[in-house]
C-alpha cells in the first residue's frame, strides 16, 4: 500500500470527507457506465448505494474510536459490552424491506423506484449517523446526496438522451404490422439485439405491443428516433422507457 495515504488511512475529519467524496464520484462514475447501456440503475442510484456504504463503514469507525475514548468511562459505567454498530446494522436492514416496496417493475417491462428506494436507504444511514452525534459526516453526506439527488438529475437525463442504447415500447394495429417497424428500424442501420413481443387482449382492450432493445449506430438525440416510428400508420403508441 501507499505510504502517502496512511494519514488518509487513519480516522479524522480529512480522511472522513475524502471517503464520502469518493463514494460521491466513484460510485457516480460505476452508475455513468450503466446509463450509456440505459439500465433501470442509473448514476444517482449508484452514487446513493455508495455514499450510504461509505456513511456505514465511517459509523462503525467512529463509534469504535468514541467507546475506547470520550465514551469510555460511560460505557465502562453500564457495563456496555454489545457491538453498538449492530443497532445500526438492524436498522439498515429494516429499511431494505421499506426500499423494496417503492420499486416496482410497468407492464412495459420498465422498472421504477430505484433511486427512490436508494435514496430511502442512504437516508436511513444519514439518520444513523446524526444519532450518534457525528454532525461533520452528517453535514457533508447531506450536502452529497442533495448535489446527488438534484444536480445529477439533468446530468442523468443528458446521458440517458445521448446513450447508443435505446428501449422503446411499441403499440401497433395488428400482429401482422411489426415486420413493417422492424424494417423501419433496420434501415436507419440500428442494431436489433433483443425483443419482447405480447399479443393484445380483447378482454382488458390491450392492443398488440412489443419491446424493442436498440442499440443505435452513432450518439444522436432519441427524439429521432421515437418521431420516426410514431409517423407510422400502423403504430399507434411509442415511447422510450
Same mark, same amino acid.
Given at each position: 500500500?501507499?505510504?502517502?495515504?496512511?494519514?488518509? *488511512?487513519?480516522?479524522?475529519?480529512?480522511?472522513?470527507?475524502?471517503?464520502?467524496?469518493?463514494?460521491?464520484?466513484?460510485?457516480?462514475?460505476?452508475?455513468? @457506465? %450503466?446509463?450509456?447501456?440505459?439500465?433501470?440503475?442509473?448514476?444517482?442510484?449508484? #452514487?446513493?448505494?455508495?455514499?450510504?456504504?461509505?456513511?456505514?463503514?465511517?459509523?462503525?469507525?467512529?463509534?469504535?474510536?468514541?467507546?475506547? &475514548?470520550?465514551?469510555?468511562?460511560?460505557?465502562?459505567?453500564?457495563?456496555?459490552?454489545?457491538?453498538?454498530? %449492530?443497532?445500526?446494522?438492524?436498522?439498515?436492514?429494516?429499511?431494505?424491506?421499506?426500499?423494496?416496496?417503492?420499486?416496482?417493475?410497468?407492464?412495459?417491462?420498465?422498472?421504477?423506484?430505484? &433511486? #427512490?428506494?436508494?435514496?430511502?436507504?442512504?437516508?436511513?444511514?444519514?439518520?444513523?449517523?446524526?444519532?450518534?452525534?457525528?454532525?461533520?459526516?452528517?453535514?457533508?453526506?447531506?450536502?452529497?446526496?442533495?448535489?446527488?439527488?438534484?444536480?445529477?438529475?439533468?446530468?442523468?437525463? /443528458?446521458?440517458?438522451? *445521448?446513450? *447508443?442504447?435505446?428501449?422503446?415500447?411499441?403499440?401497433?394495429?395488428?400482429?401482422?404490422?411489426?415486420?413493417?417497424?422492424?424494417? #423501419?428500424?433496420?434501415?436507419? @442501420?440500428?442494431?436489433?439485439? @433483443?425483443?419482447?413481443?405480447?399479443?393484445?387482449?380483447?378482454?382488458?382492450?390491450?392492443?398488440?405491443?412489443? /419491446?424493442?432493445?436498440?442499440?443505435?449506430?452513432?450518439?444522436?438525440?432519441?427524439?429521432?428516433?421515437?418521431?420516426?416510428?410514431?409517423?407510422?400508420?400502423?403504430?399507434? #403508441?411509442?415511447?422510450?422507457?
Amino acid at each position: 500500500m501507499l505510504s502517502q495515504l496512511d494519514y488518509f *488511512r487513519d480516522f479524522n475529519t480529512a480522511s472522513v470527507f475524502l471517503r464520502l467524496l469518493l463514494a460521491l464520484v466513484l460510485g457516480g462514475l460505476v452508475g455513468l @457506465d %450503466r446509463g450509456l447501456r440505459h439500465r433501470p440503475a442509473g448514476p444517482r442510484t449508484y #452514487t446513493l448505494v455508495c455514499i450510504g456504504a461509505a456513511l456505514t463503514m465511517v459509523l462503525s469507525q467512529y463509534e469504535y474510536v468514541m467507546l475506547t &475514548t470520550d465514551w469510555a468511562p460511560m460505557a465502562e459505567a453500564v457495563g456496555l459490552k454489545t457491538d453498538v454498530s %449492530r443497532f445500526g446494522a438492524q436498522v439498515i436492514n429494516g429499511i431494505g424491506f421499506l426500499g423494496a416496496g417503492t420499486v416496482i417493475a410497468t407492464n412495459q417491462q420498465k422498472v421504477k423506484g430505484l &433511486t #427512490t428506494a436508494s435514496g430511502l436507504w442512504a437516508s436511513a444511514c444519514l439518520g444513523l449517523v446524526i444519532g450518534a452525534g457525528f454532525y461533520e459526516a452528517a453535514i457533508l453526506a447531506f450536502l452529497l446526496i442533495v448535489i446527488t439527488m438534484w444536480l445529477l438529475r439533468p446530468l442523468e437525463e /443528458v446521458i440517458t438522451e *445521448r446513450s *447508443r442504447n435505446i428501449n422503446i415500447y411499441v403499440e401497433f394495429r395488428s400482429m401482422g404490422e411489426i415486420g413493417e417497424i422492424l424494417r #423501419t428500424i433496420k434501415e436507419q @442501420d440500428i442494431n436489433i439485439f @433483443d425483443m419482447d413481443i405480447h399479443h393484445g387482449k380483447e378482454q382488458i382492450v390491450q392492443k398488440p405491443n412489443a /419491446v424493442l432493445y436498440l442499440r443505435m449506430p452513432h450518439r444522436a438525440p432519441h427524439h429521432e428516433l421515437i418521431t420516426m416510428l410514431s409517423d407510422l400508420d400502423e403504430v399507434y #403508441t411509442v415511447k422510450e422507457i
